[in-house]
């Protein structure tokens, strides 16, 4: 990412538009995903344990944790997916016991500003104490506003872009934030030399990816990359990449650099394959998912790469057990987003007990000891080590270089 990785991504990594890291964008061509059924158990669960800890302490301390996210629409794989994690962690918490309890709640926002607003509402009205903020970046940018005037803290998952975080000291991120993924992602190909004519295909009307696009093309020029073709795209002409494919195979690129979502990232590989353009592909954490986009041929993702704080197939523990419950409870692989929010809810838990914290202060209170602490937590999560935040809520972890092979994603390093 920047100079080494870890430092650069400090400076700004996190909020996107459809989705990203995890971050989304309003107008996402992700496929509706409905909340599962197995959700209710899951829930339940999280209920029994609760119950448990009153029987044999006498009382719980609960703190009432919400967030609004796409759990319908278009741009539900994501909202669900971050609703899923962050459950786990919550039912994992409440049956450990301990003076951190939760009660989660998320409501739906259909991936827009205004009802982004109004969900919002609901929980503050429904007495949230802590906030998850929003999944996507349009209406976490509307809430983080929210957020900031009734002084309540919000850790997002997955909204990158650097508009949720300014000026609000409430206001934190998960995830990369939008301009460090260009950076990082130009520094990558640079220093493992993949590419030497690289072409650009994004998304203009996203700021996901128009800010990642920006800060790559600058630091492209530093590293002394060549791009030789940049299109751009709306959401309204994301199903036909003719023209720019042509444009990069005409220039000769030999590798093609997509910051935007997988769902319009699977078209343009069925449509190079389709006029036999076979370039390098690589692509940022929006691309994460893209293998288990229904209906899709994985075989054209053969050796495609991206930057990613997540990998489903790591064989360290913490990663294999979530994997294992997620598969369980949802019947399906977890991406970024959904350990993103897991990794939320833990770093709540450990800012709570670090900062003393107990349920029955005031939202406000717990705002002002979340300020304070948040910057001074070094916290080890499904999505890296040694994470930290400054006091602008940008958070500070390395992406993991990963390549798909065979199916799967695969460590670079």
Known sequence: MKKPLSLLLTAAMCASLLAGCSSASTDTSASTAAAPATESASEAGSAEAQAATTESTGS????????????????????????NGAQIAVDEINAAGGPVQFELKYEDDENDPEKAVSAYNALKDWGMQLSLASVTTKPCEATSTEHNTDR?????????????????????????????????????????KLGTKIAVIYRNDDVYSSGIFEKFK?????????IV???????????????????????GADLLFL?????????????AKAMDYAPKFFGVDGMDGILTL??????????????????????????????????????????QFA???????????????????????????????????????????????GITWDSTGAVSKSPKGMVIENGAYVGME
């Open 294 to 335: 229904e209906g899709f041929d994985t075989s054209l993702a053969e050796g495609v790469m991206l930057l990613t704080p997540f990998n489903a197939d790591a064989t360290d523990e913490k990663t294999q057990s979530f994997v294992t419950k997620y598969k369980e409870l949802y019947g399906d692989v977890p991406n």
């Open 218 to 226: 600058a630091e492209a020029a530093v590293k002394g990359l060549e």
């Open 60 to 83: 719980v301390s609960v703190f009432k944790l919400g967030g609004t996210a796409p759990l319908t629409g278009a741009a539900a794989i994501y909202g669900n997916a971050v609703k």
């Open 339 to 385: 350990a993103d929010a897991y990794d939320c809810v833990y770093a709540y838990k450990e800012a709570l007990e670090k900062s003393g914290a107990t349920a029955d202060m005031t939202a406000e209170e717990l705002c002002d000891k979340m300020i304070e602490t948040f910057p001074t937590l070094t916290f080890d999560g499904l999505t890296g080590t």
């Open 229 to 251: 073709s940049e299109q751009p795209f709306t959401d309204a002409s994301s199903s036909d990449f003719s023209v720019q494919l042509t444009d990069a195979k005409n220039a």
């Open 259 to 271: 910051p935007i979502y997988y769902q319009p990232a699977s078209l343009i590989l069925q449509q």
């Open 152 to 192: 309540i803290f919000g850790l997002t998952p997955s909204a990158s872009s650097t508009a949720v975080t300014e000026g609000k000291d409430n206001v934190f991120q998960m995830c990369f934030a939008d301009p460090n993924q260009g950076i990082a992602s130009a520094d990558y190909i640079a220093d493992q």
